[in-house]
């Protein structure tokens, strides 16, 4: 069965770094595209980044744009989230989604919390 | 950006009940919009895909509908499992974007 495993997560200073991991296995990880979307606590859900099955084609919301890179590793199934310059407002719990294609985030981990706090 | 505008924001209702949230798009994005229920710690769950397509092994008393800006999700009747909350998301276009979400309380 799919699964999506998110590990990274944790405290971190203002204006620090933090990289999210995402470990996928029950179906072919290079066929699919893939995102992050995030949750800050009590809110609704926001939209992160996007990255093609090859890597060649990402997006990113603009709040998060110079700050953090998306990225992926068909070899070992995994996706990357590289979060530098952290702000207080990046405090959310980050899910990793597969992207269905035509039927959205069909399958999601069960998200790892980021916060940024001094 | 494409704003999506959920109503209401919360709902209370019965057990049985039959209930219709509302999505609406900032501008047409034909029927590319999922919705998602959430509960409280967990993951968001696929429901619903291009608009009015049941994601498989979700129950049959949820419907959608709609195209261009204005969606809806219909259960027809609630059931105890139900109580949560719920997100449309337009995936026409880079940013993706969600609605504020729907909280769907016991009456």
């Known amino acids: 069965q799919v699964q999506l495993v998110e590990s990274g997560g944790g405290l971190v200073k203002p204006g620090g770094s933090l990289r999210l991991s995402c470990a996928a296995s029950?179906?072919?990880?290079?066929?699919?595209?893939m995102g992050w979307i995030r949750q800050a606590p009590g809110k609704g859900l926001e939209w992160v980044s996007y990255i093609s099955h090859s890597g060649f084609t990402i997006y990113y919301v603009d709040s998060v744009k110079g700050r953090f890179t998306i990225s992926r590793d068909n070899a070992e199934n995994s996706l990357y989230l590289q979060m530098n310059s952290l702000r207080a407002e990046d405090t959310a719990v980050y899910y990793c989604?597969?992207?269905?294609?035509?039927?959205?985030?069909?399958?999601w981990g069960q998200g790892t919390l980021v916060t940024v706090s001094s | 950006d494409i704003q999506m505008t959920q109503s209401p924001s919360t709902l209370s209702a019965s057990v049985g009940d039959r209930v219709t949230i509302t999505c609406r798009a900032s501008?047409?994005?034909?029927?590319?919009l999922a919705w998602y229920q959430q509960k409280p710690g967990k993951a968001p769950n696929l429901l619903i895909y291009?608009?009015?397509s049941l994601e498989s092994g979700v129950p049959s008393r949820f419907s959608g509908s709609g195209s261009g800006t204005e969606f809806t999700l219909t259960i027809s009747s609630l059931q105890p499992d139900d109580f949560a909350t719920y997100y449309c998301q337009q995936y026409n276009s880079y940013p993706y974007t969600f609605g504020q979400g729907t909280k769907l309380e016991i009456k």
């Open positions: 029950g179906f072919t990880f290079s066929d699919h595209y």
């Open positions: 291009k608009a009015s």
């Open positions: 989604a597969r992207d269905g294609g035509y039927r959205s985030y069909d399958f």
């Open positions: 501008q047409s994005i034909s029927n590319w």
